[in-house]
DNA sequence: CCTTGAAGCTCTAGTTGCTAGAGAGATTAT
DNA sequence: ATAATCTCTCTAGCAACTAGAGCTTCAAGG
C-alpha cells in the first residue's frame, strides 16, 4: 500500500504520516525499488490508532505511552486507564474554563449599547478588568 | 516603568512583553540613556487591555484589530462587537466538541475491567473506532 | 565613590503538531 | 512511449510564546 492509499484509509494526511514516522510515532516501513514507502496492514492498524487518540485531543507523547504499553499485552492495563483518566481531567478542566469564558463573553456582546467605540463595552470590558464578575 | 515592573502590574511576562513589541501589539517606548524600556501609564493600561483579551482566548490578531478600532472612538462600535461575538460562538462550539470528548473518554475509562493490556478497553477502544458510539 | 547583585539588553533556537512549497524522481494507465 | 499523478527529500512557516547565552545597566548599601 501507498502512503497515499494508507492517507486515504486512515484519514491522516500524507506530510502528516511522514512527520510521525520522524516523530517516531510509526516505524519507517519498507520501501519500494524506486524508494516510496510501501505499508501493511500492521501500520494501518497502528495509524488508526494514533488517528483515533489525535481525534480524542491526547498528545502525542501520551498516544506514545499508550503505543508502549500495548506493545506489551501481559502488564496491567492500570497504566493505560490512568492516561485517559488524566486526559479526561484536563479534559473538564478545559471544559470548566470555557464555560466561565462563554459566560463573560455574553455579558460583553449583550451590554454593548453604545453607538461608537468611546461608549462600546466591549472595549471597556477589555480595558477595565473590575467589570468582571470573575476573577479569572 | 521599568519593563520589569510594567510585568508584575499586568501579570505578562518580561519576555512575552518584548514579544508583543516585536509583534506590534504594543508600540516600542521609550529607553533609558543605557537603552532599557521606560514605560508610562499609557503603556500599562494596553497591556492590561491585551492581557485580559488574551485570557478570554481571542488571537493576536482579534487583540490588534479591537486595539485598532479603540484607537478611533467615534466609530460605530458594531465591528466590536462581532469580533466578540465570533469568539463566542467559536467559545462554544469548543465546548460543545470537548463534550463529546468527555462522554467518550468516561466511557473509555469506566469500560475497562480487564487486568492486563490484552483486555483493556483503553487500548482497545482506540484501535477500532466502531466502538465509538458517535462519529467523530 | 565603588562594588555587587539583580534586572535588563539582543540574539538565536526550541516548543507542538503539523502544513506548504520547491524541484526532482517513480509509478501507472493509456 | 508518454502523460498524469504520486511520491521523494528538504526547507521554511504557523501561533504564541519560552529558554538560554553572553553581555550591559541600574539601584542600593557600605
Redesign the pocket.
Known sequence: M????L?RKTGV????I??YEQMKLVTAPER??????RYSIVELERLTFIKHA?DLGL???AIRELLDLSAHPEQPCADANQIAQNHLNATRERIAKLQKLEVELLRITTGCHGDSIKDCYVIQSLSDHALCQDGH
Open positions: 501507498s502512503i497515499g492509499e492517507s494526511k500524507v506530510p502528516t511522514r512527520y519500494s525499488a524506486g524508494n516510496q514507502r489525535r498528545k502525542i507523547d
